[in-house]
């Protein structure tokens, strides 16, 4: 009868620290494994808008604006401007490209000026951003939005 208990503690003093040893090693590479954890990264990158003008286009500049922050052409003539990561920069195909930072806004209001400097088309555009790479807490790149504006 004294086989039982002995093989019963066999197992309690090998298998039981074993198991226990391996939870541990789990739980331990799980921590520090962990890519959640800890700062994100600065981003690198500049999400994009292209702002394509149809109809009667003689646009001299273009401004952007997400709230109260706006993005003017050169030269700086719209209200209100304040220094912005943005650029808004004039292609050579006529659409306007609009470089906005890792954080893009929801929605831009644009302007379009005439050689007088008079608005000759407004628009405000809800953006949809689509994310192509990082994750949601620390923010990645986002698929290139096109906005037509029509000039009448």
Same mark, same amino acid.
């Given at each position: 009868?004294?086989?039982?208990?002995?093989?019963?503690?066999?197992?309690?003093?090998?298998?039981?620290?074993?198991?226990?040893?391996?939870?541990?090693?789990?739980?331990?590479?799980?921590?520090?494994?962990?890519?959640?954890?800890?700062?994100?990264p600065a981003p690198n990158w500049n999400n994009q808008l292209t702002l394509s003008l149809t109809g009667k286009?003689?646009?001299?500049?273009?401004?952007?604006?997400?709230?109260?922050?706006?993005?003017? $052409?050169?030269?700086?003539? +719209?209200? %209100?401007? #304040?220094?912005? =990561? !943005?650029?808004?920069?004039?292609?050579?195909?006529? &659409?306007?490209?609009?470089?906005?930072?890792?954080?893009?806004?929801?929605?831009?209001?644009?302007?379009?000026?005439?050689?007088?400097?008079?608005?000759? $088309?407004?628009?405000?555009? +809800?953006? %949809?951003? #689509?994310?192509? =790479? !990082?994750?949601?807490?620390?923010?990645?790149?986002? &698929?290139?939005?096109?906005?037509?504006?029509?000039?009448p």
């Amino acid at each position: 009868m004294p086989v039982a208990p002995f093989s019963r503690r066999r197992v309690e003093i090998v298998l039981v620290p074993i198991v226990a040893a391996f939870c541990m090693a789990f739980i331990i590479s799980a921590i520090v494994l962990d890519r959640d954890a800890g700062p994100c990264p600065a981003p690198n990158w500049n999400n994009q808008l292209t702002l394509s003008l149809t109809g009667k286009v003689e646009a001299t500049a273009v401004t952007a604006c997400a709230g109260a922050d706006c993005v003017p $052409a050169p030269p700086t003539f +719209a209200k %209100n401007s #304040t220094e912005s =990561s !943005g650029l808004l920069t004039h292609q050579e195909d006529g &659409s306007w490209l609009f470089n906005v930072a890792a954080n893009p806004p929801k929605s831009v209001s644009f302007r379009v000026y005439d050689r007088n400097w008079n608005i000759v $088309a407004a628009q405000s555009t +809800a953006l %949809n951003w #689509t994310r192509v =790479s !990082g994750n949601e807490r620390c923010g990645g790149r986002m &698929s290139p939005i096109n906005v037509v504006l029509d000039v009448p």
